[in-house]
């Protein structure tokens, strides 16, 4: 299989099952004490995660084909650096102000675990699309 078709997979990958499993992390961290369906989370969780779903799968297919490597620890970085270019890119909207940092730590709270898990879970089904030199 050619590398542009593993890349477009796994970015494939990404942008599909990250959302939902991210959303449903979401509702596991909110929604299930109070018995909310975990429906809105995970179908809304498209409309607020794809972007970074999408990003993350990048950063992972760019690392894993720049080092050789598919090791766990990329996914866990590609989530974080692609969370915090979203936040940063969101706080240069908008003049700094204190308001709008306390908001940006709150959003991380709620975003970044989320970001985790699905990244992980995306990065087991296809480590093996990530094994550029392999």
Same mark, same amino acid.
């Given at each position: 299989m050619s590398v542009? %078709? $593993?890349i477009v997979l796994v970015v494939c990958v990404f +942008?599909?099952? @990250?959302p939902p499993i991210g959303g449903a992390v979401a509702w596991l961290m909110m929604g299930a004490r109070s018995l909310r369906s975990p429906l809105p989370f995970i179908t809304g969780a498209y /409309?607020? @995660?794809v972007a970074l779903a999408i990003g993350t799968g990048v950063v992972c297919c760019g690392v894993a084909l720049a080092l050789r490597t598919a090791s766990w620890?990329?996914?866990? /970085?590609? +989530?974080?650096?692609?969370?915090a270019i979203a936040f940063l890119v969101t706080a240069t909207l908008d003049p700094p102000r204190v308001e709008l940092l306390m908001a940006l730590v709150r959003v991380g709270v709620v975003f970044v675990p989320p970001s985790l898990v699905a %990244?992980?879970?995306?990065w087991m089904i296809? $480590? $093996?699309l990530l094994q550029f030199g392999a």
């Open positions: 542009v %078709a $593993r +942008a599909l099952v @990250g /409309g607020e @995660g620890l990329v996914p866990i /970085g590609a +989530a974080l650096a692609v969370n %990244a992980l879970v995306c296809s $480590r $093996r």
